[in-house]
């Protein structure tokens, strides 16, 4: 194999210098003369420890290293470094300082299923993506399987929907392909719009091509032959790395009659739900509708349409190419398969990291994620771990044991949400985390349904009281009123979920808010 | 016509396929307040006060709260419409409506007219719990003929759906969004100012509240013609006229 | 089981698709590299378009300004307000001129566990504004505001791994030392942002 030097070009490592590292070490090389045996300069997708950026992994004959930090000077080492044994071990030694110990288990634990090709493959180039076996799973299901039998083998795969809702993947698609006769459309919501989460980010950064085959492979099996990709505009690199990705493979002819393009939000989380979705792509305000009828009976210009995650979709190929029951091997029996999640918050190594469903949180958060920065004992100085966003709530450490699934983090008051992985330290308050969240519904909120437009507000002002140690035992039961209302009578999931940080806090994080009460008795009104 | 049978608070109603809960609800002289909707106009389900609570037929799966005026009646479902939990939901929607604009019932154009307040009594509010916003908002009285006092609106975008659904001019929409949503006219400007008007007055027969009015109108005059846009509708699609009045 | 949906409470058809032909962002435009090419494929129906011209208004003009949306609503053959209310509905759509510099702060959740508040507080101080505001406009005659600036909160931009994230006039800046005030003073320095609170002093 040509020694190879494997750059993160994702976002996070570019603006951590990346870029210039890259150019460096072409510099570098072109200095040395760049021979036959020149190692190759590679720019891949995120390389998992983002918070060590810029990351290069090395591969030569000496075996492969990842190296963190690295500033553009010592590219020349990098260099060496590739090169055969001898030479190799001084250079390696002299980067030692900079060398990320691949055994750790923040790298041994992960299961990459989604992220397979994530990071060993050019995301700007179809040819080392095809190289990889991108695009020969959709070729295999056209000729071998029916789109039945491929519906089959989802469903039998036990995929459930990374978006958040975890709704059966094959069941969706069944109703999809069930309609009666006529146009059907796909979508691919990559609106990611949870503040902390950024896995869909880094498919389509890092493995564009996944995600189309996947699409592709859920067009042909729902009869669908239109589909789009909705990004939100906040991922400048995400959409131009999908946009090269689809003229290229368009140009190849890889997709037949598949016609599939780019949307771009415009700054909006609300339009992450499904039905928004639809009516930001017909060009309107992201207001929800009433469900039912759901997308999948009547979506895009009145047509039946497929939604599916970024990571939904990105998991299709692997899935039928390993065959379902090996998928299904992975995981729990409600939860199948693996997730990505990403970690960050309060916590040593922040990064992507994808681990097979029902990985307890302990794992994730203390084995791998090393634990809040200079914490102790068991929990690592974990006081609590956001899971779902805006939409979820606090995991408390007690309960770091908690295999995470759908059900499992239900349970708890939480949600699996699309991956967001929060750790929270002991400086933070729960109640003005609460509040965070509950403003971030508040400035997100369509508007639309008086729960969610005025109620939150009112959850806001009430959180207000409680931070401010203003609140009185009155406002603690208004508070759980207006909660209870807000969550059962909202229209979509943002209003009817926005509440959910507010009840875990009160359920798992009780002796905060009852100390926060203000100390006369009633408190100023 | 294909007709389904369900049960609303107790009793069986029959209604024909298509029908809504409201609708059903209605057959079976059950009363569910409403705001946002108004017959004629496509539903929204954006004010949540006819939540109605619903058993799917069969399947054990737990019991959901729909909006009647936007879920259409399916055979075997059983349908409660005022149960305790319902009745404090609704309550509390009323409630946040009254504490988030400025209503003023003693010096409004709709006082007696007005279906905010209807929907207080209907259950039974006779203060908020929640304290009042006071947002700022401004009275527009730049049309020759009506008025919109932003303090009153609800945004039930009744004025925004009759006058695109029913008048075809969309004069009105909605701008920014959450708690800062207001109804605009044209691209925020006076309404006097926006041409597509036709100053037809519907918008102003079907406004819920004292928001939008005659500009001749004081204190407890609002004239309000809520049915309207039903007739006009049948009338359009289904050419039968029901508003020709009685014998002369 | 799905409960059916009367018909009213679907959308309502769409009138037969109009072909999008209309808008033509001017030539500047069209030399400049579009970023929004979608917008010009003709089976684009007329009202989907929209969010997509106003896209490429706002790159081309900075913003949108009222006549540009008037345009707009010309062009697709749609109401004034609905444009108006998309318009207003999306945070990246600004309807006033932007700063010159604009300094925004990542709000997510990591940056707000990893000190974004502190971030705030700094910013505010340096810059003397309010979060979420501009510096008072003092337009020359050419049109330019000097160095008025804005101060404003970002969604999360995806590199939480890095939080606390800041951008400067569109470049990202990661893990800034929120716990130390003088290496984060030095930071602000490298970045050129002006010290109000010094030239005041
Ligand atoms: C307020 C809100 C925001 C959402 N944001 C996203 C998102 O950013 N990305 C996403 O894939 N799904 C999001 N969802 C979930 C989608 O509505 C939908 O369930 C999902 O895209 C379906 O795909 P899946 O079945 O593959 O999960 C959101 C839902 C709600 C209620
Ligand atoms: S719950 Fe909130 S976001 Fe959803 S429709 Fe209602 S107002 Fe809009
Ligand atoms: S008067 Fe008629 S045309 Fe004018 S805004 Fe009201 S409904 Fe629309
Ligand atoms: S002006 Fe009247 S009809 Fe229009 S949204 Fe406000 S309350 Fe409803
Ligand atoms: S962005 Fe480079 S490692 Fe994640
Ligand atoms: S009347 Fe049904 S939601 Fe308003
Ligand atoms: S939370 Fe700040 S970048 Fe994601």
Redesign the pocket.
């Known amino acids: 194999m040509a020694s190879m030097l494997r750059c993160c070009s994702a976002s996070g490592c570019r603006s951590a210098g990346g870029e210039a590292l890259q150019q460096a070490l072409v510099e570098a090389r072109s200095r040395a003369g760049a021979g036959d045996g020149a190692p190759v300069i590679k720019a891949v997708g995120c390389l998992r420890l983002c918070s060590r950026g810029p990351l290069v992994a090395v591969d030569g004959p000496a075996g492969s290293v990842l190296y963190g930090e690295v500033p553009s000077a010592r590219a020349a080492e990098l260099l060496e470094a590739c090169a055969a044994p001898p030479r190799a071990a001084a250079a390696r030694r002299a980067l030692a300082s900079h060398a990320l110990d691949l055994r750790h288990p923040f790298f041994a634990l992960q299961e990459p299923v989604v992220l397979e090709t994530c990071g060993l493959i050019d995301p700007e180039s179809i040819d080392d993506a095809m190289a990889h076996g991108a695009y020969s799973t959709l070729h295999r299901c056209q000729a071998e399987l029916t789109p039945a039998q491929v519906r089959e083998q989802v469903r039998l795969s036990g995929l459930?929907?990374?978006?958040?809702?975890?709704?059966p993947?094959g069941l969706?698609w069944d109703t999809v392909a069930l309609q009666p006769p006529g146009p059907r459309w796909l979508v691919a919501?990559?609106?990611?719009?949870?503040p902390g989460a950024f896995m869909?980010r880094a498919v389509l950064e890092g493995d564009p091509h996944r995600l189309i085959e996947g699409m592709a492979i859920a067009a042909w099996a729902v009869g669908a032959d239109q589909g789009l990709i909705y990004v939100r505009a906040e991922y400048p690199l995400a959409i131009a790395r999908l946009r090269r990705a689809l003229a290229e493979v368009q140009a190849r002819g890889q997709l037949g009659s598949l016609r599939l393009r780019v949307r771009v939000g415009a700054g909006a989380?609300?339009c992450?739900?499904?039905t928004a979705?639809l009516a930001s792509i017909q060009g309107r305000r992201g207001n929800p509708r009433p469900r039912p009828p759901y997308p999948a009976q009547l979506g895009l210009w009145g047509a039946p349409t497929l939604?599916?995650?970024?990571e939904?979709?990105a998991a299709i190929p692997a899935i039928l190419r390993r065959g379902a029951a090996d998928y299904a091997a992975l995981g729990t029996a409600g939860s199948r398969g693996t997730k990505v999640f990403s970690l960050s918050g309060a916590v040593r190594h922040t990064g992507l990291v994808e681990v097979p469903m029902g990985t307890s949180l302990r794992t994730i958060v203390v084995t791998m994620g090393g634990g809040v920065p200079g914490g102790e004992g068991a929990d690592g100085g974990v006081k609590a771990v956001q899971t779902g966003g805006p939409?979820g709530g606090c995991i408390p450490a007690a309960l770091l044991d908690t295999p995470v699934d759908y059900e499992g983090l239900r349970a708890l008051g939480s949600m699996m949400g699309?991956g967001g992985m929060v750790v929270i330290d002991q400086a933070t308050g729960m109640l003005e985390l609460a509040r965070y969240f509950m403003r971030f519904s508040v400035a997100e909120s369509c508007g639309k349904c008086v729960p969610c437009r005025a109620g939150t507000v009112q959850l806001l002002q009430l959180l207000d009281r409680f931070c401010d140690q203003r609140a009185s035992p009155a406002d603690l039961a208004q508070l759980h009123d207006l909660c209870a209302m807000v969550k059962a009578t909202s229209l979509?999931?943002?209003g009817?979920?926005a509440p959910n940080p507010v009840l875990s806090t009160l359920r798992h994080f009780h002796q905060e808010v009852v100390s926060a009460l203000a100390v006369a008795p009633g408190g100023a009104p | 016509m294909s007709v389904l049978t369900l049960w609303v608070d107790g009793a069986a109603v029959a209604v024909p396929a298509g029908a809504s809960l409201l609708e059903a609800s209605r057959a079976a002289n059950v009363e569910v307040p409403t705001l946002c909707h108004l017959d004629g106009l496509a539903p929204v389900g954006a004010c949540r006060l006819c939540l109605v609570e619903v058993d799917l037929p069969g399947d054990g799966s737990p019991t959901r709260l729909v909006p009647a005026c936007s879920t259409a009646a399916g055979e075997g479902l059983v349908v409660r419409t005022a149960t305790v939990q319902l009745q404090r939901f609704r309550r509390m929607a009323v409630e946040l409506l009254f504490a988030e604009g400025n209503h003023v019932c003693a010096f409004c154009v709709a006082n007696g007219a007005c279906e905010l307040q209807d929907a207080a009594v209907a259950v039974g509010m006779d203060h908020s719990r929640f304290p009042f916003q006071y947002p700022r908002r401004h009275v527009d009285a730049s049309h020759p003929h009506f008025v919109i006092d932003h303090h009153r609106c609800i945004l039930c975008t009744r004025c925004v759906r009759v006058c695109d659904e029913i008048e075809g001019a969309h004069v009105w929409d909605v701008a920014n969004r959450g708690s800062h949503c207001q109804i605009i006219a044209g691209l925020d400007q006076p309404w006097g100012t926006v041409e597509a008007c036709t100053s037809c007055g519907k918008c102003v027969d079907v406004c819920p509240t004292g928001a939008l009015a005659h500009n001749d109108d004081t204190t407890a005059e609002k004239r309000a013609a809520r049915e309207r846009p039903a007739l006009l509708r049948s009338a359009r699609e289904r050419q039968r006229w029901h508003n020709q009045g009685g014998p002369p | 089981m799905v409960v059916p949906v009367r018909l009213s409470a679907a959308p309502k058809p769409l009138a037969r698709p109009v072909l999008y032909s209309g808008f033509h962002p001017g030539a500047a435009m069209e030399q400049a590299k579009p970023s929004f090419p979608e917008a010009s494929i003709p089976e684009h129906r007329h009202a989907d378009a929209l969010i997509e011209v106003l896209h490429q208004v706002q790159q081309q003009r900075g913003y949108l300004p009222a006549e540009a949306l008037a345009q707009v609503a010309r062009d697709l053959a749609l109401p004034l307000s609905r444009v108006h209310g998309v318009a207003t509905f999306y945070h990246l759509f600004a309807l006033q001129p932007p700063t010159s510099h604009c300094c925004s702060v990542c709000l997510g959740t990591a940056c707000f566990v990893k000190g974004a508040g502190v971030l705030v507080a700094a910013l505010e101080q340096r810059l003397g504004l309010r979060f979420g505001a501009r510096s008072p406009q003092r337009r020359d005659a050419e049109g330019s505001d000097g160095d008025a600036w804005s101060l404003r909160e970002e969604s999360c931009l995806g590199a939480c791994a890095q939080a606390p994230v800041l951008r400067v006039d569109g470049q990202l800046v990661l893990g800034l030392p929120v716990s130390d005030p003088s290496r984060l003073a030095a930071c602000f320095g490298a970045l050129a942002l002006p010290d109000r609170a010094a030239e005041a002093a």
């Open positions: 459930r929907g990374r978006g958040g809702a975890g709704y993947t969706k919501n990559a609106d990611e719009g949870d869909d989380y609300v992450g739900e499904e979705l939604i599916n995650n970024v939904t979709l939409s699309s979509c999931g943002l009817q979920c």
